[in-house]
């Protein structure tokens, strides 16, 4: 089955201030999510599906609800597994689903009831850090 990914944060997905296994995590959630965003995974079942710990699966996840890229509500809101990923993050069926969803989600977040994405707005990749001088003894 062909889907839309949100071009918003895959063809940026370089800039994210993220590691690379938080990464490949957001990855493994796009594959896991119903069209839309839906998570109706358990975190238990994701650790095992994912080959890891409960415990790493919410280190995972947490910088991912640091950038609103994956929302959790609060835990006196919570029922079961309430994890989605942002509209502007999920993908879609088609791109008249994703246009529609995007419309939706843009008009929330004006109004406070959703929030928005907390991406950077690199034009380029940052620099790398300067490595240190390669120093040889004469």
């Given amino acids: 089955m062909s889907h839309v990914m949100s071009p918003i944060v895959a063809e940026r997905i370089w800039a994210l201030p993220l ?15 119903q069209f839309g965003g839906q998570l109706d995974v358990r975190q238990r079942d994701m650790a095992t ?17 640091d950038l609103n890229l994956v929302l959790r509500p609060p835990s006196e809101e919570r029922t079961g597994n309430s994890y989605r990923l942002h509209p502007l993050a999920a993908k879609y069926e088609s791109e008249e689903d994703m246009e529609n969803a995007f419309r939706d989600a843009v008009t929330r977040i004006k109004e406070g009831n959703l929030p928005n994405l907390k991406l950077p707005s690199y034009v380029q990749a ?13």
């Fill in 126 to 138: 940052p620099p790398a850090a300067p490595a240190p001088p390669k120093l040889r003894v004469a």
């Fill in 49 to 65: 599906e994912y080959g890891v710990t409960p415990q790493s699966i919410s280190k995972l996840m947490n910088p991912l609800c």
């Fill in 19 to 33: 590691s690379g296994s938080a990464v490949k995590f957001l990855q493994y959630l796009v594959a896991r999510s």
